[in-house]
């Protein structure tokens, strides 16, 4: 117990004193995670959409395995990268693996799903409400999306939040295909899993209170935006 | 409300469309809702669409305007499809504020973009929601957001108006102001065709009636003969009050 709060101590002594390895990963952590959202938004969000909007055979299918994917586990996702990126794999070649650009790609995996199904969700609420105005406006597709994304924006943005909520928290898949080397690929929740059975427990600490601090913000800024939304556009 | 000034795109330099309905029937999951029904759509209008709830009055003006497609028979404009515009019981008001709302339309409409704003203002300024501009549209009365629909079909210069029920919903003053937007559209050239159940604003505002009951169409006629002489006996009782179904 003493050991512990110990512990404790030191850990804020190094966040206080933003110690520089515990800085380094947090903005790795940062960086690869932000990176990785974005990548997914920029896919996931029109694609979503696209499926709100139309109709095609198997579409169901579609909807369901999005849906299905959310909940992928990390570490399948990891293997599946691995398995791609690995020396032997079909794209060895780009010489990927254990690099920071490789757990972008696992996190884009991870995150894509939730990006667009729940995109999809958001945009097909909106479609209902809007189709007879589109359509009387004589709207194409492709401006029909660009509309609906643009005034899903609020409700996008909370979802933009969730994944990255899930990929910054996440461990298994960036700990496959990053390898945890230090100073290079070594990111909060790898460090946590590392540090912890070092039984370097400050640092360990540290990062925990960082990525917790992180959690609690993005939700709030969730909560924040949601209700700014609801009050300025009715 | 200020005075409403004819746009310089306008309709009135085009030839008049007129619409034909041929056996049009429609139907939603395998209930019989509409027809068979055949008209052509003549005159200048204001063409007021007549009858109780549930007659198909909103039917058929989304199938003229082509929102929904007929189950057999055929919606045909001769000589060819006019520009139209639609302003619906609720309206659609995009996410935005007011004047993006325009915008969005003038944009969809593929009007220059260094037009756009000029010509958005313009119209919150005829329809007497200048100083709601920067409003989000959703946030407006359900009067200022009808002026504002009417505001967007205003933009796109419409040959044809539909407007269905248009002021169900509203209070007197607002209702005053769709009406008076109504003729505006209909003195500059727009051919207006519109739903109500209300008599009295039919009155006001018809050059002809078209009027349904259960689906059918019982009778388009003039509006003066339709107030006096109805042809059909369903009008007749709906004139003098009586519940038709």
């Known amino acids: 117990m003493a050991a512990d709060s110990n512990a404790l101590s030191v850990a804020l ?14 903005l790795l952590s940062l960086q690869v995670s932000l990176l990785a959202v974005c990548l ?5 969000f029109p694609l979503g959409a696209a499926v709100a909007l139309w109709r095609f055979p198997g579409r169901g299918l579609v909807v369901v395995a999005l849906n299905a994917l959310m909940g992928l586990p990390p570490v399948v996702a990891g293997l599946v990268v691995y398995l791609l990126l690995s020396r032997a794999g079909p794209l060895g070649e780009w010489g990927l693996l254990f690099t920071p650009n490789a757990m972008v790609i696992a996190q884009v995996v991870l995150v894509l799903p939730i990006l667009a199904a729940l995109s999809r969700q958001k945009v097909e609420e909106l479609l209902a409400e809007y189709q007879e105005q589109f359509v009387s406006l004589g709207m194409s597709r492709l401006r029909m999306i660009q509309t609906l994304l643009w005034d899903a924006r609020f409700a996008l943005l909370t979802v933009l939040l969730a994944g990255f909520g899930r990929a910054s928290a996440e461990v298994g898949a960036v700990m496959m295909v990053g390898g945890n080397i230090d100073g290079v690929t070594r990111v909060m929740t790898t460090s946590i899993v590392l540090e912890t059975s070092k039984g370097n427990l400050p640092l360990a600490l540290g990062l925990g209170i960082v990525l917790l601090t992180l959690v609690l913000v993005i939700n709030a800024a969730a909560y924040l935006v949601g209700e700014w939304a609801r009050r300025r556009t009715g | 409300m ?5 746009l310089d795109t306008h309709a009135s330099v085009c030839p008049r469309a007129s619409l034909i309905f041929d056996q049009v029937t429609f139907s939603y999951q395998g209930k019989h809702l509409l027809g068979p029904c055949s008209f052509t759509l003549q005159g200048a209008g204001p063409t007021l669409v007549m009858g109780p709830n549930g007659a198909g009055k909103s ?9 929904l497609a007929p189950a057999s028979g055929s919606v045909q404009w001769l000589p060819q499809r006019p520009r ?17 709302n325009l915008i969005h339309a003038l944009a969809v409409n593929k009007t220059p973009r260094r037009q756009r704003q000029q010509l958005a203002e313009a119209a919150l300024e005829r329809f007497g929601l200048s100083r709601l501009a920067r409003t989000p549209a959703r946030v407006l009365s359900g009067g200022e957001q009808q002026r504002l629909a009417l505001a967007r079909a205003w933009v796109l210069a419409p040959q044809v ?25 209909q003195r ?4 207006v065709v519109m739903t109500t159940h209300d008599i009295h604003q039919a009155r006001r505002l018809a050059a002809d009636v078209l009027f349904m009951a259960n689906g059918q169409l019982l009778e388009y006629t003039p509006a003066t003969q339709f107030f006096h002489q109805p042809e059909s006996s369903g009008a007749r009782a709906y004139l003098r009050g009586e519940l038709v179904e």
């Open chain 1, 13 to 26: 002594s190094l966040l206080i004193n933003l110690d520089a390895a515990l800085v380094d990963i947090v």
């Open chain 1, 40 to 44: 997914a938004a920029l896919i996931g």
């Open chain 2, 2 to 6: 200020t005075v409403l000034q004819p």
């Open chain 2, 59 to 67: 039917l058929l003006l989304r199938l003229a305007h082509g929102l």
């Open chain 2, 84 to 100: 139209q515009a639609m302003v619906f019981q609720q309206p659609v008001m995009l996410r935005r504020s007011a004047i993006a």
């Open chain 2, 161 to 185: 108006l539909f407007l269905d029920e248009p002021t169900s919903a509203l209070d007197p003053a607002a209702i005053k102001a769709v009406e008076e937007a109504v003729l505006a559209f």
């Open chain 2, 188 to 191: 500059q050239g727009t051919r």
